[in-house]
């Protein structure tokens, strides 16, 4: 397996080469029911549309007018990603463990990136991803012990929390897009 890295991934997505043009905003919030960074991204025009695989089932994730929110906690141990079709319905949640939340010197947000994902259907089925490669971080010395556990606890305590309450989940996430789509902090 190559050298790993933690990787620095500022939350308009440069590396998503298939986007054509997009338009982006931010938003520090903080309140009783959230404190956090939120981004939205609107995809314009895409060179070629992205399709995941579910099981049986395609997953459009990027494409003509797809919405992409971005939901980091304050904590910082995680990053939601939550993809919209046209209507800003979601079609998929891909949550990125992290390890903090940051703002670059031209104030882009960016999470540092420890490798470990969930990938949630929009029925509520919680897949995990690159456990492989949080391992062989460790291994390599690219992250430590401590950064290594808190990756799995907060893994493990997010997948339990979206098996018992998926639908809470849907709603916070609805509640985050209406406060980035008002103007203003």
Known sequence: MKKLEIKHVRLIYD???CIERKSYRQKRIKNPDF???L???DIEKVKEK???SWGKESLTVCDDGMKWLIIVPENGKYAVTVYMNQEYRPVFWYI???D???VDEDGMFFVSDLFLDLLVSPEGEVKEEDRDELEAALEQGV???CQFAQADRTAQELR???EKNFQEFRVSCGRRLEEIMVQGN
Do not use: C, H, N, R
């Open 15 to 17: 590396e998503w080469k």
């Open 35 to 37: 404190s956090g960074f």
């Open 39 to 41: 981004a939205l991204i």
């Open 50 to 52: 992205q399709v995941w």
């Open 96 to 98: 990125d463990i992290i």
């Open 100 to 102: 903090g939340i940051g």
């Open 143 to 145: 992250i430590t012990e």
């Open 160 to 162: 339990l929390y979206l």
